[in-house]
């Protein structure tokens, strides 16, 4: 009975573990495209020196 639990619980940790990393890279991907879209629109509009950031 406890290979059994051992099993189903190490299933369970390996399907949530993908969860959160596809969860992570949709979350990564979304950050970059508002990155870019600011680089962008503060490049074009700021002269090229400009940053839409501070750091």
Same mark, same amino acid.
């Given at each position: 009975?406890?290979?059994?639990?051992?099993?189903?619980?190490?299933?369970? #940790?390996?399907?949530?573990?993908?969860?959160? #990393?596809? !969860?992570?890279?949709?979350?990564?991907?979304? !950050?970059? !495209?508002?990155?870019?879209?600011?680089?962008?629109?503060?490049?074009?509009?700021?002269?090229?020196?400009?940053?839409?950031?501070?750091?």
């Amino acid at each position: 009975m406890v290979p059994i639990l051992l099993v189903l619980l190490l299933a369970v #940790v390996l399907f949530g573990l993908g969860f959160a #990393v596809k !969860v992570l890279w949709w979350i990564a991907l979304a !950050v970059l !495209v508002v990155w870019l879209l600011g680089f962008l629109v503060r490049g074009a509009a700021g002269g090229g020196r400009a940053h839409w950031y501070r750091w």
